[in-house]
């Protein structure tokens, strides 16, 4: 059975940080693209890529989150992060994590993550 259980999330001031985990099981994590994305009501509950990590760990990030976030796999723990620095208001929303691979496409139930301004 294929599990992705998202945690981390919380309530954080604007500037503030959080780290978000991801741990898999059920699956060869490692060969796998893994993704962090995100719905928010505010943008028209739209779920939306945020960052990429590939088997090779190279990595891509949705312009608005470059520099502030960074996404990095563990393979040894079957788990991805997601390091978010510099929060603002707007990244206010459900962050979910997903497991690609060939015909292969899972999603975890996601952690709500609230910045105040």
């Known amino acids: 059975q294929v599990q992705l259980v998202e945690s981390g999330g919380g309530l954080v001031q604007a500037g503030g940080s959080l780290r978000l985990s991801c741990a898999a099981s059920g699956i060869v994590f490692s060969i796998g693209v893994m993704g962090w994305y995100r719905q928010s009501p505010g943008k028209g509950n739209q779920r939306e890529w945020v960052?990429?990590?590939?088997?090779?760990?190279?990595?891509n990030y949705l312009d608005s989150v470059k520099g502030r976030f960074t996404i990095s796999r563990d393979n040894a723990k079957n788990t991805v992060y997601l390091q978010m620095n510099s929060l603002e208001p707007e990244d206010t929303a459900v962050y979910y994590c997903?497991?690609?691979?060939?015909?292969?496409?899972?999603w975890g139930k996601g952690t709500l993550v609230t910045v105040s301004s």
């Open positions: 960052a990429g990590i590939g088997s090779g760990g190279s990595t």
């Open positions: 997903n497991y690609k691979r060939l015909a292969m496409d899972y």
